[in-house]
């Protein structure tokens, strides 16, 4: 009951006509909450890295010796090596093509555990490791990147419930700009080759750190917009208590 008195309350400001001027910085307030939250969510879906496949150098085969004639074993040993060092490119780059047909090119934020737990490929392992930091239980801490759209929610759900004091309002901004910096700090300076493949982030997860900066200004704009509120209720009734003022 209190879920769907909350929903019925927050429709009806995002979506009501506002005449007053207070309801109106509450509207694009909550507005502006809400348009955060969605985008870190949708962000989730999108696609946050990008595989791309290293071309392989050419392998040339060395000239063969000036002597009309070598030594047989030295013949025999040269074509040894060589066959033996082509083979192994050959083997990294079939192992290149496996890990490109079995893991897609983009994938989204919700695809990561799923890949991390199968641990099909070498790539899939060291994406994982991307956001995990380690191989160890890497199925198990690959779903902590749900924490990134599910702490969005909670931040929406924090401002909208008790966000209404300027202090914690200005609190949840600054968790929300250091989430914000953290991570594109952390994706500015990372930099993934793993074998044959380079990995790229994408638009899905710079999305999602972008909309936590909105995230920050909603929450910031809650703040001062019930702040006012209370200061022009107090004026019209004449001091904090609420007495009316005495002629």
């Known amino acids: 009951m209190m879920i769907h008195t909350f929903a019925a309350r927050e429709v009806a400001l995002l979506l009501g006509p506002q005449t ?18 969605a985008a870190v969510v949708a ?38 090596d060589f066959d033996r060092a082509l083979t192994d ?36 392992m060291q994406l994982g490791e991307l956001f995990t930091h380690k191989r160890e239980h890497i199925g198990a801490k690959s779903y902590a990147v749900y924490a990134l759209p599910l702490l969005a929610v909670l931040v929406g759900l924090l401002l909208r419930t008790v966000g209404d004091r300027l202090p914690v309002s200005l609190l949840l901004a600054v968790c929300c700009l250091a989430v914000a910096g953290v991570g594109a700090w952390k994706l500015l300076t990372t930099h993934v080759q793993s074998m044959g493949m380079v990995v790229k982030f994408a638009i899905g997860l710079w999305a999602s750190l972008a909309a936590y900066v909105v995230l920050a200004v909603g929450a910031v704009a809650t703040g001062l917009a019930e702040r006012h509120a209370r200061c022009q209720a107090m004026v019209l009734t004449g001091g904090p208590g609420g007495s009316e003022p005495s002629s």
């Open 43 to 80: 962000g989730f879906f999108l696609p946050w890295v990008h595989l791309e496949l290293i071309p392989s150098k050419t392998v040339r085969r060395p000239a063969p010796p000036k002597a009309s004639k070598p030594p047989p074993s030295r013949s025999r040993t040269h074509m040894t």
């Open 20 to 37: 007053d001027p207070l309801m109106r910085a509450r509207q694009r307030a909550a507005r502006i909450v809400w348009c955060g939250v």
């Open 89 to 124: 490119a050959g083997r990294q780059i079939t192992f290149a093509i496996r890990d490109t047909v079995r893991v897609p090119k983009d994938i989204t934020g919700v695809m990561i555990p799923k890949l991390a737990n199968a641990e099909a490929s070498n790539t899939a």
